[in-house]
């Protein structure tokens, strides 16, 4: 059943599950939970893999929205053309910002993320006011043209658009976290990283490239908050909103591959629903973070992974045939 | 001084302060090639400080470490790494979140590719197969547990995996920071006969406050009190010597037997 779980039937199940789902929920919640899992999962391979803990995931998802837009604004009209160009353009951002970032271990880590945040707001706010306009932000409506083969300016191509994307990100996440040695290396930074280095591996190459990584999808996502909302304003930089990221990672359990996506799906329904019921709808998502804080710290995909491992053990143990199982 | 190509690791006139205080006093220590050594002191001897300054994590403020006739006293232990010295640590250190056998593939994969950034990300951990890998697992008598958890493991069995992780690298030179401390007898006497199947065959530095497990095991023993080594020799004759007596075994008689 995990190893189900990990393999890659079990991504393109959940996700064929997922866009089924289309015929029950609406379409506007479905895009923005598949764009929000895919923030959500860099920050939560930061959080689960690496032990670095950023409040500053805002930034890096403004780098990306910035891209499609300025680019959308200024100089194309070609929403998938906007996308790539947003992504190599918060790639070479996130190469400089983490030469500096990943020097910081632990708190001071979180701290300056979360102050560069600060600074990359003033910046889209205020400082380049006169390229971004601020709070009133790039207005992209008239900008996009219909593009080929999937049309992003309709609901429904940006909803498979998005979802392919998710795929993608998932499969490359897969990979990263369970195959590759690099994945190994990662685990071990958050576990004994005196250890690694004593094993000779440089661990600041490690954390540079895993920072890199994952607020490269933070700009992916923002990239396609950018087409899908046809704006983008300096409020997706906002600090304020620092702490979802981190809170999706946690519900959904950290460094897991589906805890983004169950932290997604949970947040946004929450904000959903009840915020048609009180205006004060985080207050729910603080007390069931608590609630499933509380049950082992691993969220609830780390959680029903542990119970499944254990169902597992339960069962080789009455049957003493081992398999060998290479991998993670 | 440099003709002394027999001597593999060598430092020399190590001095090393911490504020005020002289950690390490001029120390001039050396190995030979396939020799077995210990270091042994009291706690606070200052053996711990010259260690880490043989594998790369303080650098002294006076003296120089030799590597063959290599001037290391400024490497990082990541390069140190490249020459062949590989060393544990006081506190059992494995990474717990992998799998036994993922722990030796990662040791193993440093030690036999290039591990740059493009290497570990287009490399699966799954196909770091060697037999060397299997060998090593079987002579440390970890295969049967190859698939746990590291977490899972006890201190004595993470002890074991960690100078296994050492020497499936095969390195040059092995340092080992207090492997038996905090170890059952049971453990320490495993711990024993798998260093016993290295004689001969690797250079060995054990840092140990106790010599009475290693001594039939080690060639050479230096001893350190306060600071300064006041001998270093054949063990036998070393542990006899005067200066020893009066001094080590004065201070630390307790400990030591």
Request: hydrophobic fraction near 45%; proline fraction near 2%.
């Amino acid at each position: 059943m995990k190893r189900f779980f990990k393999s890659e039937t079990g991504i393109i199940i959940t996700f064929a599950l997922l866009y089924l789902l289309k015929g029950i929920l609406p379409t506007a919640f479905l895009t923005e939970v598949v764009i929000f899992s895919i923030y959500a999962m860099g920050c939560s391979f930061l959080i689960g893999r690496l032990g670095l803990t950023s409040f500053g995931q805002p930034a890096y998802l403004a780098f990306g929205a910035y891209g499609a837009g300025v680019y959308l604004y200024y100089f194309g009209h070609n929403s998938l053309v906007a996308i790539f160009v947003s992504v190599l353009f918060s790639l070479v951002l996130n190469m400089l910002v983490g030469s500096f970032m990943v020097r910081l271990n632990s708190s001071y880590f979180t701290l300056c993320n979360q102050a560069f945040c600060v600074v990359t707001f003033f910046l889209f706010q205020k400082a380049l006011v006169k390229w971004t306009f601020g709070d009133n932000g790039l207005l992209l409506i008239s900008r996009m043209d219909p593009t080929p083969i999937i049309d992003l300016t309709t609901t429904k191509g940006i909803y498979l658009f998005a979802f392919l994307m998710a795929v993608a990100v998932w499969f490359f996440y897969q990979y990263l976290m369970k195959k590759s040695v690099f994945g190994a290396t990662c685990l071990c930074v958050k576990d004994n990283e005196m250890k690694l280095r004593f094993l000779g591996y440089k661990t600041f190459n490690i954390k540079w490239l895993a920072f890199v990584i994952a607020n490269t999808t933070a700009g992916l996502a923002g990239a396609l908050y950018t087409v899908y909302f046809c704006m983008v304003n300096a409020n997706i930089a906002n600090v304020n909103t620092a702490s979802e990221a981190v809170a999706i990672s946690m519900l959904g359990g950290a460094g897991t591959l589906f805890g983004p996506l169950v932290g997604s799906f949970l947040f946004i329904g929450l904000k959903d629903i009840a915020s048609q019921f009180i205006s004060h709808w985080e207050v729910l998502v603080g007390l069931l973070l608590i609630i499933v804080m509380l049950a082992g710290e691993k969220g609830i995909v780390g959680s029903l992974e542990g119970y499944l491992e254990k169902l597992k053990e339960k069962r080789t143990l009455a049957k003493p045939a081992l398999t060998k199982e290479g991998g993670l | 001084m440099n003709s002394n190509t027999e001597m593999i690791i060598r430092a020399e006139n190590i001095t090393k302060r911490f504020g005020g205080m002289v950690a390490v006093n001029n120390v001039t220590f050396s190995l030979k090639k396939n020799e077995i050594a210990a270091l042994i002191g009291a706690n606070g001897a200052g053996k711990t400080t010259f260690f880490n300054i043989l594998t790369g994590n303080y650098f002294p403020e006076e003296g120089k470490v030799y590597y063959k006739d290599l001037d290391i006293t400024d490497y990082s232990p990541e390069s140190r790494v490249d020459l062949g010295i590989m060393r544990t640590f006081q506190l059992a250190s494995t990474f717990d979140n992998l799998k036994v056998i993922d722990n030796m593939r990662l040791a193993y994969y440093r030690a036999n590719n290039k591990a740059n950034l493009r290497n570990t990300f287009f490399s699966r951990i799954d196909r770091v197969v060697s037999e060397k890998i299997d060998a090593c697992l079987e002579t440390f008598g970890l295969t049967k547990m190859a698939d746990r958890l590291t977490g899972n493991l006890s201190l004595g069995e993470k002890r074991i995996l960690e100078i296994a992780m050492a020497i499936v690298t095969d390195p040059e030179v092995l340092l080992l920071d207090e492997p038996f401390a905090g170890l059952s007898d049971g453990e320490i006497n495993e711990c024993l006969d798998v260093l016993r199947q290295q004689v001969g065959k690797k250079t060995i530095l054990i840092v140990e406050h106790k010599i009475s497990k290693i001594e039939d095991l080690v060639e050479k023993v230096g001893v350190m009190v306060e600071g300064v080594m006041i001998a270093a020799g054949e063990t036998k004759a070393t542990l006899n010597s005067e200066r020893v007596r009066q001094e080590y075994w004065k201070t630390a008689q307790d400990d030591c037997y």
